[in-house]
């Protein structure tokens, strides 16, 4: 029997590498960092537009097996499992594929304030002080907090893309098959907001291991020149911190965190209730 694949999407810094972590705790899950596959999926969806002249030769139902091969192929070692997570920021702007290709699926979003987010990164900027980081194009997106966030915002960039993505389908007609989980309500309380998790997948519970959870991807951080962007650590605990943003930035990233007043939207959301609970 074929694996059931699944997805996760959502901001950067939110959870979604720790999310990866701990569903692979499981033995019936393979789940991970972001996998190349939504990229072979864009490049193959360029390569069969209209820019190749040879695409009139290629049937709509040749396309959609041709998309379908790369997961196919790419999963086909993970065989021995029944439920794959394929993980990438671009699928919240996938939604209409992802839904014909995999009627079932389901797409968890990672989220957390984007001023959090924004926070997170420049912590990681500032720790690799000798690096100079490929998340900016340009000494002078480089030079200051203020012209980093605004690169990271950009629409086309890190925070920018996802958070579009994120909207664009929190607010599409597919949206009931999208669940947001808060990076706060994940990392309070780590075994409610799993359970709920599970629910929404209509899989059986499993006993995760919150004191000591693995995942760290050293070589492809390196790459980019921004350790730590995928490190995980041990445990599962929310660390209070005070931001080292200035407030004005602080004050402007923090008003973006539309998924906490939904309307419009069939979309599912786990966000904190209290310190130790979940809501749905």
């Given at each position: ?38 990229g ?17 030769f ?7 097996a041709?998309?379908?091969?790369i ?33 079932e699926?389901k ?5 957390r304030n ?57 607010y ?15 990392t ?12 929404f ?18 070589e ?10 995928h490190?995980?650590k ?17 004050q402007?990233y923090s ?7 939904p309307?419009?939207?069939a ?11 979940a809501?749905?």
């Amino acid at each position: 029997m074929a694996p059931r694949l699944h997805f996760i999407s959502g901001l950067p810094r939110s959870g979604s590498t720790l999310l990866g972590a701990l569903l692979r705790q499981n033995p019936r899950f393979h789940a991970g960092m972001s996998s190349p596959v939504g990229g072979l999926v864009n490049q193959l969806l360029n390569a069969m537009s209209e820019d190749n002249e040879f695409s009139v030769f290629i049937t709509p139902e040749q396309k959609q097996a041709l998309i379908f091969s790369i997961f196919t192929v790419y999963y086909q070692d993970q065989g021995d499992k029944a439920v794959i997570f394929d993980t990438n920021r671009l699928w919240c702007s996938k939604l209409p594929l992802i839904r014909q290709l995999f009627p079932e699926a389901k797409v968890i979003c990672c989220v957390r304030n984007v001023a959090w987010i924004m926070d997170s990164l420049e912590r990681l900027i500032r720790k690799n002080v000798f690096e100079v980081s490929r998340l900016f194009g340009t000494a002078t997106e480089r030079a200051t907090v203020y012209t980093r966030t605004e690169a990271l915002s950009q629409g086309g960039r890190l925070v920018g893309f996802a958070y579009n993505a994120l909207k664009e389908a929190f607010y599409s007609e597919q949206s009931e098959c999208l669940l947001l989980v808060d990076y706060d309500i994940l990392t309070q309380a780590p075994k409610d907001t799993l359970n709920l998790i599970y629910q929404f997948l209509g899989q059986e519970p499993f006993e995760h291991d919150f004191d000591q959870v693995e995942y760290d991807a050293p070589e492809f951080d390196g790459r980019l020149h921004t350790q730590g962007l995928h490190q995980v650590k041990p445990k599962v605990e929310f660390v209070p911190r005070q931001t080292i943003l200035p407030p004005d930035l602080f004050q402007q990233y923090s008003q973006l965190s539309f998924w906490q007043t939904p309307s419009n939207s069939a979309a599912n959301v786990i966000m904190p209730r209290s310190a130790d609970g979940a809501q749905v």
